[in-house]
Structure formats: structure tokens, C-alpha cells
């Protein structure tokens, strides 16, 4: 029903940025709450931040100050800027989404996922 890539993920040094966007196809997200997610191996993935439709926001605590997801529902498209990086946050990360208003932290939650796409941070 909708597909999405990821994009942006890469190698930085602990303290650096990245960006991460999402791209959707096949249908608008417009109505979809949007949520980051990652996995580090050997780790369960877990929830990073998500967005409603609105554009209210939710994070996790390790992502609060550091991370800042936003949507742009014109282009179909959810970002994640990664700030701060530390080595800790190494992990494959993943967008998400679940036609549904309210945001959940919860991965079984969301029926569409992406491919993933790698962020390494070295110390």
C-alpha cells in the first residue's frame, strides 16, 4: 500500500550530524503518524521519535536534545536530524508508519517499514 525508503545514514565521528529522510510512495502519509525506530546488533529495535499528522512530536528519552524528527506532508517525505551523535546510537535506522492519530512506541504497532539505513558513529 505504501512504500519507504530511507536515505542519509553514513559513518560520522562521535559529536557530528546527520540527516535521515524518509520517502514515501504509493500513498500520501499525510493522515499517517511517522515514527523513527533503530536497531543496534544484538539489540531489539526500539522507538527513536514519531510525528502525527499535525506535527506533534514524541522521542525517546536517549533522543530528547539531540535528535529532532519533522514531516513534510507536500512532499510525502519524514526527516530525522541526528545531532550529538555518540557512539551509542550506532544502529540500522528504520522509518515507519501506522494510519492511526495517535503515536505508538511500539514496533508491532506500524505496518509500513522501510529498508533501514546504517548510521555509524565512531568515537
Known amino acids: 500500500q505504501v512504500q519507504l525508503v530511507e536515505s542519509g545514514g553514513g559513518l560520522v565521528q562521535a559529536g557530528g550530524s546527520l540527516r535521515l529522510s524518509c520517502a514515501a510512495s504509493g500513498r500520501t502519509l499525510s493522515t499517517y503518524v511517522m515514527g523513527w525506530f533503530r536497531q543496534a546488533p544484538g539489540k531489539e529495535r526500539e522507538f527513536v521519535a514519531g510525528i502525527t499528522s499535525r506535527g506533534t512530536t514524541s522521542y525517546a528519552d536517549s533522543a530528547k536534545g539531540r535528535f529532532t524528527i519533522s514531516r513534510d506532508n507536500a512532499k510525502n517525505t519524514v526527516s530525522l536530524q541526528l545531532d550529538s551523535l555518540k557512539p551509542e546510537d550506532t544502529a540500522v535506522y528504520y522509518c515507519?508508519?501506522?494510519?492511526?492519530?495517535?503515536?505508538?512506541?511500539?514496533?508491532?504497532?506500524?505496518?509500513?517499514w522501510g529498508q533501514g539505513t546504517q548510521v555509524t558513529v565512531s568515537s
Open positions: 515507519a508508519g501506522r494510519n492511526i492519530v495517535m503515536i505508538s512506541t511500539a514496533s508491532k504497532r506500524y505496518d509500513y
